[in-house]
């Protein structure tokens, strides 16, 4: 089902600049902090594309849109980015520190374009998207020109045939080789269009795709092709618009990671704290715990479907909630479906349509980070929650089904900077 194809990509040239200080995570987890940091790292860091400063002298004429299509354009004419002589696919390792297992892990994944189609037959979503989130990447989207960062999916590949075809590959010395500050490290190998490449097309062809990471950015390139399909209607299939840059990676990888993701609640009127605990006590199992440390111990184990709260004045506990009525159902009894029906929504009001504002929960990974905000009175609660599972993500994809937002943050992510995909109507994607 998934049809994925080799590409005339743009890249950095080494010989302009240090791949290490001008890659970049993907922009929805760079923090303003992270922001300011890509800036003053080289003034051709990937954040100035993906990820640009508001000012507040922005005008139509000049804002991070155009300034990164301008940053893009410079970047090609002095020769800092240059486009790969020959379409072809790239083979992309990261080893990593595990921050759960706390061992060195490796994911490794193919980066090539893949024809884009709606969510639902053969590429699934798993999570629920912002309508503001993709307005932006479709701004940046029209004024570049470009995918700037891969989308991330997983393929099934029982007889991790894949696998066998890029070890040989893996074992040349790579072409890119990039070690950040925090000791992750980033491999790239090219890999040519030829009857190795077309083997993998066609095991994957019998795969569906479950999207990892980056559904705002699938849809946007969804929306994108389709203005483009609009505005260039005498564009063959294989226009460049009709696809999208992918890193895919099969989901028995073992470097596979799931990390949870935390809320955070502010500025609910009339929130009371001790009260909400109080009326969760009356039902479900509500365990008083000493500290931050007893907290997120108490966070790795026990209770099949347990969330942890925390509160201003050292307030913490962790409830331990009931099965849902039909556990068969695979949204249904994950932890953070159980947290955003049962406390966010009978408790306190807060409805899918409402958390889609993005106006009272933001969220983070960071466990201490989360109750920091809270002991400093920056939060009202924190609300922990444990990773789901590879597997979770599978099984609602299947069913058709999506979680609430922010339910998986797919760790490390891929890098962005590592390669462009140019969207020109003019370009032609070749077949495998």
Same mark, same amino acid.
Not at 130 to 148: E, I, M, Q, W, Y
Not at 175 to 193: A, G, K, M, N, Y
Not at 391 to 418: C, E, H, N, W
């Given at each position: ?16 600049? *240090?791949?290490?200080?001008?890659v ?18 080289d003034?051709?860091?990937?954040? &100035? ?21 301008? @940053?893009?354009?410079? #970047? ?24 759960l297992?706390d ?19 053969g $590429? ?13 990447? =479709? ?12 989308v @991330?999916?997983l @393929? ?32 790239? #190998?090219?890999?040519?269009t030829?009857?190795r490449?077309?083997? $993998? ?47 895919l990676? *099969? ?5 596979l ?20 605990? &109080? ?42 909630? &009931? ?12 932890d953070?479906? =159980?947290?955003?029906r ?13 958390l ?26 924190? @609300? ?22 922010k339910?998986?943050?797919?760790f ?11 969207? *020109?109507?003019? $370009? ?5």
């Amino acid at each position: 089902m998934a049809s994925i194809r080799p590409f005339q990509g743009i890249m950095y040239d080494p010989s302009h600049v *240090d791949l290490a200080q001008v890659v970049a995570p993907p922009y929805d987890i760079i923090t303003p902090d992270d922001q300011q940091r890509y800036y003053r790292q080289d003034p051709r860091n990937v954040v &100035r594309l993906i990820a640009g400063e508001v000012r507040p002298s922005d005008r139509p004429e000049d804002n991070k849109y155009t300034r990164a299509a301008g @940053f893009f354009q410079e #970047w090609l004419a002095s020769g800092v980015l240059r486009r790969e002589p020959e379409p072809g696919a790239y083979i992309y390792e990261e080893r990593f520190h595990d921050p759960l297992r706390d061992t060195v892990s490796r994911r490794v994944g193919l980066l090539c374009v893949v024809e884009l189609e709606p969510f639902g037959t053969g $590429i699934l979503a798993h999570e629920r998207t912002h309508a503001r989130a993709k307005a932006d990447r =479709l701004s940046l989207t029209r004024a570049v020109g470009a995918n700037l960062s891969p989308v @991330f999916a997983l @393929f099934q590949d029982p007889a991790h045939a894949v696998q066998r075809l890029v070890e040989p590959v893996m074992r040349e010395a790579p072409r890119l080789s990039i070690t950040l500050d925090d000791d992750e490290q980033h491999r790239v #190998w090219s890999l040519p269009t030829d009857d190795r490449f077309r083997e $993998i097309a066609a095991v994957l062809r019998d795969s569906r795709l479950f999207m990892a990471d980056g559904h705002h950015r699938y849809e946007t390139a969804l929306n994108y092709r389709n203005r483009q399909r609009l505005d260039h209607p005498d564009a063959p299939p294989d226009a460049a618009f009709n696809f999208v840059l992918m890193l895919l990676v *099969d989901v028995d990888d073992p470097g596979l990671l799931i990390l949870p993701t935390h809320r955070l609640m502010r500025d609910l009127d009339q929130f009371d704290g001790h009260n909400l605990l &109080r009326r969760l006590a009356a039902s479900e199992s509500v365990t008083a715990r000493a500290d931050r440390t007893g907290l997120l111990a108490a966070m790795q184990d026990g209770g099949r479907h347990r969330v942890g709260i925390a509160l201003p004045g050292g307030t913490r506990a962790t409830v331990d909630l &009931r099965d849902p009525a039909d556990a068969t159902d695979p949204v249904a009894r994950l932890d953070v479906t =159980l947290l955003h029906r049962d406390i966010l929504e009978k408790q306190l009001g807060l409805e899918e349509s409402v958390l889609d504002e993005e106006r009272y929960l933001t969220y983070s990974r960071d466990p201490d980070f989360v109750l920091d905000q809270v002991e400093a009175g920056e939060a009202q609660a924190a @609300f922990l929650l444990r990773a789901p599972a590879v597997s979770d993500v599978v099984a609602v994809a299947g069913a058709g089904r999506v979680m609430p937002q922010k339910s998986t943050y797919f760790f490390p992510k891929p890098l962005s900077g590592i390669v462009f995909n140019p969207l *020109d109507p003019a $370009i032609r994607v070749p077949e495998a």
